[in-house]
């Protein structure tokens, strides 16, 4: 329901009193310059301004056991609807939520960086459209792999073709990569799709979109910040440097804040410096990001003028061929039974989600201590916006056959492998998608991210491989095995083909050493890239093996067992070194 349609409500009236109270509402309703108050105005949910508080709180009772601390807003142009804090910032010690709590905003510090580059525009320094390489130094994105230019849209949109880059961006200890210019240029994503073709969620675009900004305005992007939105907005308790040294206030607060899992388990060691700070890192109060949050929908003059919120506004990707906006200028699209724009935040810790709905002059914000939790960031959003309807938007709510992989993934370089982990777990009924057909790269469009067609040929090639190399590993562990019963039966010891026993356990050090790697990435990469060399030393390694057994094999005098036995040995060797050229594992160099 619009808002002029809850105008024309007059609420419930005691029978004793329906009279009276009907003919002053009237009046006032009549007079000039007249408006309904807060218990006539409706949400686009349906509730009413007066009752959203118990909603929210009969929602929290319902969710109590699951729920630690948050806090949340709900808000139009002149008034809070819905205010409060709930919960523990250190459950353990009793310590509650409040004014002085210090949150994550994680992905959520985007949208500063968005508001920084209208700035840019508005200034005349940047042409949004423009290629970027004009902003940046001379033969800086050595990453590029096609020919149609990056703009500064791409960046917004999320789709200028970057795979993930997760090497030394969240770290276990500070002081790595100090400057917003080592960060981004330490590891260069490689370019696996063409520009403009898949959203592929990409926290380097945006850090390369703040050092633009840096490089523009001449100032490090965290002063930038402080001078053109913490400050002009009042916002004293916020910090969004990597280590949050440009508030001390805050990075002591911060280190009171304990975290917790969806479940509301304890976790330890959760806080993580994020080299590419501008994606991620800024941490405040409830009421700075309220306070933020507030600008935006009231487009606030202390921020950007009037005609630069227009067009920060109006969309600059769709879902598809729709005509359903996906993205506004770096702020994503997400449909309720009103459309939306705002932009989710999530990290080891916390969790946070800033929503506006422009149509309905309606805000909200809210904030956990809660890693990657969703029934504050996102369930609860209907009771605000209402609740989605899919026969409103999308004709269909199956997921569509064949294997998908989302575009926020990685196609080349040791990391590859992860590739395997990016697969498609959607509910679309609950959010609207689109699916493109007739393009080169058939794909299920969602805000956020695109999951793009994997060809089936792909996915029975990759499954295939890692099945092979798995039963390597058993054969060459049952080969052992037996081998050590037929020596303890004939109470001799035989003598055992070295070139056999190590072309079937070499491989056994890939896997091991991957998931060291894994367990290592909140270390700096120079403390695990040998374990990467190491495996291309194993690969080579093997192929000498491989080698010295065919020609041993072949010319060997050996029983039709043993020889069938030494080609199988040949062959899960064989499938080990493809495994480690498919997925890249040998190159060290590409993280």
Not at 546 to 559: C, E, H, K, P, T
Request: proline fraction near 3%.
């Amino acid at each position: 329901m619009q808002k002029g349609e809850s105008m024309k409500k007059t609420g419930d009236f005691k029978k004793g009193k329906a009279y009276l109270g009907s003919l002053c509402l009237a009046m006032a309703l009549l007079l000039p310059g007249s408006t309904a108050g807060a218990a006539d105005q409706l949400l686009p949910s349906g509730i009413a301004y007066e009752d959203l508080n118990t909603e929210i709180e009969n929602y929290i009772q319902e969710h109590e056991q699951t729920t630690v601390g948050l806090a949340y807003s709900v808000f139009d142009a002149s008034q809070d609807i819905a205010r409060g804090y709930y919960g523990y910032a250190d459950k353990e010690n009793g310590i509650a939520v409040d004014e002085d709590t210090v949150f994550e905003w994680g992905s959520g510090s985007k949208v500063i960086a968005w508001v920084c580059v209208m700035q840019m525009y508005e200034q005349g320094k940047l042409d949004l459209d423009a290629d970027i390489r004009e902003y940046l130094p001379d033969g800086f994105l050595t990453n590029l792999n096609y020919d149609q230019p990056v703009t500064m849209i791409n960046l917004m949109n999320h789709n200028a073709g970057f795979q993930d880059q997760s090497v030394d961006v969240n770290m276990a200890q500070g002081g790595y990569l100090t400057t917003l210019e080592e960060a981004v240029s330490a590891h260069k994503p490689e370019q696996i799709f063409e520009p403009g073709i898949l959203t592929g969620y990409s926290n380097w675009g945006t850090a390369l979109a703040a050092y633009i900004v840096e490089r523009l305005s001449g100032m490090q992007y965290y002063e930038y910040v402080h001078k053109n939105i913490f400050e002009p907005l009042g916002m004293e308790h916020s910090a969004i440097c990597q280590d949050l040294s440009d508030n001390e206030w805050v990075q002591e607060q911060r280190q009171k804040l304990r975290c917790y899992s969806p479940e509301g388990a304890w976790l330890m060691n959760t806080y993580f410096y994020i080299t590419l700070y501008p994606a991620g890192m800024c941490n405040s109060t409830f009421s700075d990001y309220e306070t933020f949050a507030k600008a935006m929908l009231t487009r606030s003059d202390k921020l950007l003028k009037a005609e630069t919120w227009e067009t920060m506004y109006t969309p600059t990707d769709y879902f598809g061929d729709t005509e359903m906006a996906k993205n506004y200028h770096g702020l994503w699209g997400v449909y309720y039974a009103v459309p939306t724009v705002g932009h989710i935040g999530r990290t080891s810790g916390c969790s946070s989600y800033l929503m506006l709905d422009l149509q309905d002059g309606i805000g909200s914000v809210v904030m956990s201590n809660q890693g990657n939790e969703s029934v504050y960031t996102e369930n609860i959003l209907p009771l605000f916006y209402g609740e989605y309807d899919a026969t409103a938007y999308q004709a269909g709510v199956e997921k569509p056959e064949g294997t998908y992989r989302n575009a926020k993934t990685v196609g080349k370089g040791p990391f590859k492998l992860t590739a395997l982990l990016a697969g498609f777990d959607k509910d679309l009924s609950r959010e609207y998608w689109t699916l493109t057909e007739d393009s080169a790269r058939p794909a299920v469009e969602l805000a956020y991210m695109d999951y793009f067609r994997v060809p089936a040929f792909q996915t029975l090639t990759e499954t295939g491989l890692l099945a092979l190399f798995a039963a390597g590993l058993v054969f060459a562990l049952l080969s052992f095995l037996v081998g050590l019963v037929l020596i303890r039966r004939e109470k001799k010891r035989r003598p055992l083909s070295l070139w056999s026993f190590f072309t079937g356990f070499l491989p056994f050090a890939v896997p091991l050493l991957y998931l060291r790697i894994m367990s290592a990435v909140y270390l700096p990469v120079n403390t695990y890239l040998w374990m990467f060399i190491a495996i291309g030393v194993i690969a080579l390694l093997l192929v000498g093996l491989l080698a010295f057994g065919v020609v041993r094999n072949i010319r060997g005098d050996y029983s039709k067992g043993v020889r069938i036995y030494n080609w199988v040995v040949i062959f899960f060797g064989v499938m080990a070194v493809v495994n480690i050229c498919y997925w890249n594992l040998f190159m060290s160099w590409e993280v």
